[in-house]
């Protein structure tokens, strides 16, 4: 049966890797596909802003590295909110160097993510070394691992050849790569007309938004329903749309969030 098909808790029952399980069982859970981006560069505003979205989403995306007045503190202070308001952590790093390079900045340094993200990402362009490299580190603590494929912003080179060779190398190593940040699925990507798919990747969406279609910096926008019913993936991230108002944060990612469960039991009514 495709993904399609399935709801989030009959898809988390295929997944071996422990961080796909979590994300599929809380997303069930919450009722929530919903994923927050906190893209500001203060301690204080970080964990406000999590600290209000916290019962609407699945998941938590953060960039610690702009954080001006990060410490060790402010991490446990995350996974205190992660327990609080129970969200997956996936520090979106978009690794991007040789295989024992990323493993030194996965597991070292000031912020050691693979202690405490369930999830992180990396670009393709290095080969599967750079899984590998990961891997080492992240699949003995239970964390997966998410390709970039496709993205959002105007021009991006992530097309063609290149997402092919992404699918392929996750295929290659499925026990750690759990998906794909892309806007569409990928399941079908690189088969040949008619090859049936066993694959069952999760796909997280960034560029989603109800009010406006774009960026002056390239970002280009589509709604929940886009993303989640029409394009099949599973996870809507969304960032300033829902936090560049402080006042009317909880209300915004309420309505996020049900755009996003909307769409999703629309789409699993659709395809039984």
């Given at each position: 049966m495709s993904p399609l098909q399935q709801t989030y808790t009959q898809r988390a029952s295929s997944?071996?890797?422990?961080?796909?399980?979590?994300?599929?069982?809380?997303?069930?859970?919450?009722?929530?596909n919903l994923a927050i981006s906190v893209d500001v560069t203060k301690s204080k505003d970080f964990l406000s802003i999590i600290d209000n979205v916290g019962p609407f989403v699945c998941l938590v995306k953060t960039h610690v590295d702009i954080i001006e007045d990060f410490d060790e503190s402010l991490i446990s202070k995350l996974q205190e909110l992660s327990s609080k308001h129970d969200f997956v952590i996936f520090e979106d790093r978009k690794f991007a160097d040789i295989g024992n390079t990323v493993a030194l900045q996965y597991s070292s340094g000031i912020h050691k993510i693979a202690s405490w993200s369930h999830i992180t990402n990396a670009h393709p362009v290095p080969g599967p070394s750079i899984i590998s490299g990961l891997s080492s580190v992240g699949l003995p603590l239970g964390r997966g691992l998410l390709l970039l494929t496709e993205m959002s912003t105007k021009g991006a080179l992530t097309t063609g050849?290149?997402?092919?060779?992404?699918?392929?190398?996750?295929?290659?190593?499925?026990?750690?790569?759990?998906?794909?940040?892309?806007?569409?699925?990928?399941d079908y990507v690189g088969l040949a007309p008619g090859q049936v798919s066993e694959?069952?990747?999760?796909?997280?969406t960034p560029g989603v938004g109800l009010d406006i279609k774009g960026d002056s910096m390239g970002q280009q926008y589509r709604t929940p329903r886009e993303v989640i019913l029409e394009s099949g993936c599973d996870v809507i991230i969304v960032g300033r749309g829902i936090y560049k108002n402080v006042d009317d944060i909880p209300n915004q990612a309420k309505r996020y969030r049900d755009a996003g469960w909307e769409a999703y039991l629309d789409r699993i009514s659709s395809t039984t």
């Open positions: 997944h071996s890797n422990p961080a796909a399980k979590l994300l599929l069982e809380t997303i069930e859970r919450k009722k929530s050849t290149y997402t092919e060779e992404a699918v392929r190398m996750a295929r290659a190593q499925r026990d750690f790569v759990i998906g794909f940040i892309a806007q569409r699925r990928m694959d069952d990747f999760l796909i997280l």
